[in-house]
């Protein structure tokens, strides 16, 4: 099972609201990632982390920002939200060490956030 | 630069008959290839991976995969479909340059 955790699992919040997904992993990766996930649609990457204090913006441009003070936690805000953030966002992380090319990733179960 | 293409966006197959889910990539080097599961509501579970070593990979749920360099192929096989093989299935490129590209995706149906 997953060593990565995402809460909530499901949130319904409305306009103009400021929340924090949060995001941790027990397993010591250096690298972390956020994406992005309409439903039955593909993944888009929307932030990467290589290790604390490291953070860069993925392929998608978003609104979100995330910030990486220690390993295990990479949360991800947004300031204030909108019906167009409404989506499934999906945390993950991966070995940075020795054979990180064969590296999988780990995947959380989601949150699935609801802006009315 | 590397990509991937998923080649059907759904599959649809009986219980108990094979299943075969197609992907092609590309890359300017030899990469790393991943296969993933989704089910409904949940994250992505990695099936399998190839790196470089025996070009047939089996993973879990008796699926496997096998590498073919001239066809840039690295189609998901199962002899025997279940029910619960239900799902979304994405294949997925790591190049060395670490940039990870997702396939669009598969839904695998599995008809009674």
């Known amino acids: 099972e997953a060593d990565i955790y995402q809460t909530p699992r499901y949130l319904v919040i409305g306009t103009g609201k400021k929340i924090t997904l949060e995001c941790s992993q027990t397993m010591g990766h250096d690298k972390m990632y956020w994406y992005q996930q309409d439903p039955g649609m593909e993944l888009h990457l929307i932030h990467y982390?290589?290790?604390?204090?490291?953070?860069e913006k993925g392929d998608l441009s978003s609104e979100s920002t995330v910030s990486r003070i220690r390993t295990e936690h990479f949360p991800l805000t947004l300031e204030s939200a909108r019906p167009s953030h409404t989506s499934q966002y999906l945390c993950?992380?991966?070995?940075?060490?020795?054979?990180?090319?064969?590296?999988?990733?780990?995947f959380g179960n989601g949150t699935r956030l609801t802006v009315t | 630069a590397q990509s991937v293409t998923q080649l059907d966006s759904h599959v649809s197959v009986s219980e108990g008959t094979p299943v075969l889910l197609r992907c092609n990539y590309s890359s300017s080097y030899s990469p790393s290839l991943f296969w993933y599961v989704q089910h409904p509501n949940k994250g992505l579970q990695l099936l399998l991976k190839y790196t470089s070593a025996a070009t047939l990979v089996k993973g879990i749920n008796g699926f496997e995969a096998e590498f073919k360099k001239s066809e840039t192929s690295f189609h998901l096989t199962k002899p025997s479909a279940h029910m619960s093989d239900a799902a979304e299935y994405f294949c997925v490129v790591r190049g060395r340059d670490d940039k990870i590209i997702f396939g669009k995706g598969t839904r695998l149906h599995i008809l009674p």
């Open positions: 982390s290589y290790g604390v204090n490291s953070t």
């Open positions: 993950a992380s991966s070995e940075e060490q020795g054979d990180w090319l064969d590296s999988p990733l780990h």
